[in-house]
């Protein structure tokens, strides 16, 4: 079996850095996917970069916000979310309702639509659509993505959560794992075989060899089938350095096309979304 990968930037939208760090990637083809978040001051650039250079982008399906003080706000204007995305995920738990859930997947996926975007994948903020704060969201985007024959960012195998946590996981996530995974298929939903992404902050991190070998390293690794690695790249900003720094390293180890390099040398096909061959 062959060994696909798709190269996705995340957070498309989220401020000016993070746009211009996606933009270049893509002009230079470094990158081989994008994700709109469509609640961001700077998803209105996003997708008109989008509609003007004729590409596909995934709709990065958000119902949190990263910061208590400057909330994202609600697409849909669904009563759940009157005032604001929740930040606090006891908000998200107990006072969310899922019809709310359904009518934001559908205001933000309508946002990138309305304006002349094309969208070929949905994907997930914060992972609060995959079933791990006890709520049964992942059935909502399920049947979001059947409406809109998308694929949809889960993996049927259970590597991105070992990665993810550090440790293998009890038989029982997997198989909750496998459930979810159960819910989609029979829907129809096409999902990953695997995911990749760099769950350390900064502290650990340390310095940008440590994060370039670990990219370096699951491309190494790429099981067969079809595995996505997303990262968060963008620009430096002058005041914001901390965990914004890995944003920073992201972007440069893009754009220094190693993970391409080393994809072609291990016989790894890096792909799009398009992988999935879906029909609207």
Same mark, same amino acid.
């Given at each position: ?24 990637? !893509? ?33 990065? !399906? ?5 910061? %208590? ?28 309702? *899922? $019809? ?7 205001? $933000? ?12 994948? &949905? ?12 709520? *049964? ?12 024959? !998308? ?10 959560? %070992? ?14 794992? $496998?459930?979810?995974?159960? &819910? ?33 390293? &699951? ?25 914004? $720094? ?31 061959? !879906?029909?609207?």
């Amino acid at each position: 079996m062959s060994k696909f990968l798709i190269i996705n930037a995340d957070d498309f939208g989220y401020n000016e850095q993070q746009n211009n760090a996606i933009i270049e990637l !893509l002009q230079e083809n470094l990158i081989t996917s994008t994700s709109v978040l469509t609640v961001a001051p700077n998803a209105s650039d996003a997708v008109d970069f989008s509609r003007k250079s004729n590409i596909s982008v995934g709709v990065h !399906l958000t119902i949190n916000s990263d910061d %208590e003080n400057k909330k994202w706000q609600s697409l849909s204007k669904a009563n759940s979310f009157k005032n604001g995305l929740p930040h606090n995920q006891r908000d998200l738990i107990f006072n969310t309702k *899922r $019809q709310d859930v359904k009518k934001e997947l559908e205001g $933000q996926y309508r946002f990138i639509t309305d304006n002349g975007g094309a969208v070929d994948h &949905a994907d997930n903020h914060c992972a609060t659509l995959y079933g791990i704060n006890g709520r *049964r969201f992942f059935i909502d985007a399920f049947d979001f993505c059947r409406e809109h024959c !998308l694929p949809f960012r889960f993996p049927k195998t259970s590597g991105f959560l %070992e990665r993810q946590l550090g440790r293998n996981i009890p038989e029982i996530v997997k198989k909750y794992q $496998q459930m979810i995974v159960g &819910a989609g298929e029979k829907r129809g939903v096409k999902m990953l075989d695997d995911l990749v992404s760099n769950p350390w902050n900064m502290s650990r991190i340390g310095d940008y060899n440590t994060l370039e070998k670990y990219y370096l390293d &699951a491309v190494d690794n790429c099981i067969d089938g079809v595995t996505e690695m997303f990262l968060h790249p963008a620009l430096p900003i002058d005041d914001k350095q901390g965990e914004w $720094q890995k944003r920073v390293f992201e972007y440069q180890i893009l754009k220094s096309g190693c993970l391409l390099e080393r994809a072609k040398k291990k016989g790894v096909t890096v792909v799009s979304w398009k992988i999935f061959g !879906l029909e609207k």
